[in-house]
């Protein structure tokens, strides 16, 4: 008889989810390639009771969710946050700089890494919904959706002068800008036409005293959508392209190449 039959072994699998009000986003892969990756949407339907109750529902109704993986990464979409020095938080005074930005929001207030030595970020989530999670997956760790962008980008980018990365979806666009490997703002700004986006986008540049020579604009998110707002923004700059897939993502299998952009960013987080 093997002696090794009868040895534990850790699990190889891991899970990423990025999780809105309206459902989440999940992905499973195995560093050792073991098989490919797996990826999908679970819609949240609220049936009259509250939308943590509807989440809980939902995720224990997908048993796969629950198995023991390696590593667990969510990321939790909040409109309302604030990107501050570490030091701030560190000190206790994260809800003070979060209430004098925000007057009057619902749910608790989370902090966590900004994806930046120097940086965190409060947010607020609906109440209990951490503590949820922290009892249901094994030593997860909980983001704020910008987090793995902000790191991806100082690091990616870290010898690019100017830089801004918008990751573009339907009705909602991430945007990050850096200079070098420094942060200087991010930010989620839902809009109604490509029009509005390339507005928002130039007031972002002009902002930040972004050259339109020299900097240069990444874009991720979905195919056509980038391939649209590409073209439309060298009307102004002169580098806007889509953005190649980082190559990383190649250790999460050969059809890395069709992971949304915000699951393969969450799955390399402690790799950029």
């Known amino acids: 008889m093997d002696s090794t039959q009868n040895i534990s072994q850790p699990p190889l699998q891991s899970l990423v989810i990025d999780l809105d009000r309206n459902g989440f986003c999940y992905l499973i892969y195995d560093k050792g390639d073991y098989q490919q990756p797996s990826t999908g949407h679970i819609a949240i339907k609220e049936t009259g009771g509250s939308w943590l109750s509807a989440l809980e529902n939902t ?22 946050f604030v990107i501050m020095p570490k030091e701030l938080a560190e000190r206790r005074m994260a809800e003070q700089v979060f209430n004098a930005s925000f007057s009057a929001v619902d749910g608790e207030l989370f902090t966590c890494q900004a994806g930046v030595d120097d940086a965190m970020i409060a947010c607020d989530v609906p109440n209990g919904l951490v503590s949820f999670l922290k009892r249901t997956f094994s030593s997860p760790t909980i983001l704020h959706h910008l987090s793995p962008l902000c790191r991806y ?67 991720t998110g ?51």
């Not at 995720?59 to 309302?80: P, T």
């Not at 918008?166 to 109604?192: C, D, G, P, W």
């Open 59 to 80: 995720i224990y109704d997908n048993s796969f969710l629950l198995e023991h993986y390696q590593r667990v990464v969510i990321a939790l979409h909040s409109q309302h």
């Open 153 to 219: 980008c100082t690091k990616a980018y870290a010898d690019e002068p100017e830089s801004l990365h918008i990751n573009v979806q339907k009705n909602e666009a991430h945007v990050v800008a850096a200079r070098n490997a420094s942060l200087q703002m991010a930010n989620t700004f839902s809009y109604r036409t490509m029009s509005d986006l390339v507005y928002y986008v130039l007031s972002v540049w002009k902002l930040c005293g972004m050259n339109t020579v020299t900097g240069k604009i990444f874009i």
């Open 222 to 272: 979905d195919n056509d959508l980038r391939k649209e707002l590409s073209q439309q923004l060298r009307q102004w700059v002169k580098y806007a392209m889509p953005e190649v897939m980082p190559a990383q993502a190649l250790r999460l299998g050969q059809n890395a190449v069709d992971i949304p952009f915000n699951l393969i960013l969450l799955a390399l987080y402690e790799d950029n």
